[in-house]
């Protein structure tokens, strides 16, 4: 099928290239130039694991083009794709007006009837509100457009994997024949009839991902109700290691047990830091936003935000406990990505440790695998060392706000000689308490004996 991508942002192109892989033409577009040059120039403006390999096997293939001629690329696709951002307003409600420019681009450029899929995260109603826009800003041509809802659940750094072997694919619709299109982008996926560039020789096997059809209202629902509800996952977990620090238990034993319950299910029960990125933070803020407008209080999500909130609290006391004065003391920090495997910091917990540890006057360095590059245009002037040895070099105190892989495999006993004092606060619980105070660290987590 011909398919149009409007917004290469990560989902965007994790979606236009997975479905050139898996053999559909696509055509993608975005309105920031620069991001358009890199792209038409072969380069990849993000760090996602596998996507460089996927965009470029679909571009050999020839079934994969980027053009800045927006017509071009809404005229190009049977289905279009909508994967622009909708980023937060400041009462929380989501900025929808992406959207809308995309309905007036697509109702004014195309010149046949499409079928337009909002992949963006949208409030509820939002898919009702698209195709009242699409039909008034193409009145004038006369041209009758289907809408249809199909979220993403792409977890950054595994989205690549995520897209062509997904726990479900949803779509919201109204007509039959766009459940049947949807079917039909989706077919090669369904019937895991594609090459994978994610698992060499051959993928394990998976059972068929049911794809669920269902109004356009509840899927728009299903994505905010899913993600607000893996974020009130993360902050139980973090509220239970408050409470095992003051009674003494210990938070991975109390959480695995809980997840071994196939009604609870282990994952997003990591305590630690919080959670934060693009999607989480500001997913909940749409979702309790979506519900006071309706008359429906959310105090549970308004909860969740508020235990996140207080995680980078709890570890800048654990900081001031450790080393009493903050004022010039020299702290290393592993660790500004949001989470492992991405360069993304946006609503990043690091980086709001990094500013308040710099407001209380302490010299910070950092390192993050792939994410210095854009902490620097979010934090004030801070020293940033490839070398994560550099980092810990005469350090007061080193703390881990991001659990790489790395940063477990370094060598601690090198570290602990490195270290002004050897203080380390593992705010993601990444390493191992017993075996890091036999190596003679003064060692804090969370929710964990001994924090
Ligand atoms: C999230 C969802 O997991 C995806 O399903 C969804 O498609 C995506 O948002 C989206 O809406 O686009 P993502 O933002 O990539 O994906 O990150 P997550 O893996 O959900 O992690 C979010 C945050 O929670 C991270 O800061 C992570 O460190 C934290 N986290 C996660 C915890 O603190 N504890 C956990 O147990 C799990």
Redesign the pocket.
Known sequence: MRISVIGCGY?GLVTGGCLAEVGHEVVCTDNDPGRMAMLEGGRVPIYEPHLDAVLAAARRAGRLTFTRHAGEAVRAGDAIFICVGTPPRQTGEADLSAIDNVARLIATEARSPKLVIEKS?VPAQTGLQLKRALAVYSRKNGLAFRVASNP??????T?VE?FLHPDRIVVGVEEQSSEEQCREIYRPILEGLFHCPVHTPACPPTPTPPMLVTTIASSELI?HA??SF?AL??SY?NVLADLCERLGANVEEVTRAMGLDPRIGP??????????????PK?IQAFIWLAESVGVDFGLLKETERVNRQRIELLLEKVRRALWVVKDKQVGVLGLA??PN?DDVRF??AIEVINRLVAEGAQVRACDPEAMEKAGALLPPIAYHRDPYEVAKNADALLITT?WEEFRRLDWERIRDLMARPLLLDA?NLLDPAQMKALGFEYHSFGRPGC
């Open positions: 989902v995260t993403e659940f792409l977890r950054e750094g989205a995520d994505k899913s993600n893996l996952k993360i977990a994952q997003f029960l990591r305590a630690g830091l919080g959670f934060g990125g693009f999607c989480l997913d949001f989470k991405t990043a917990p659990e993601r």
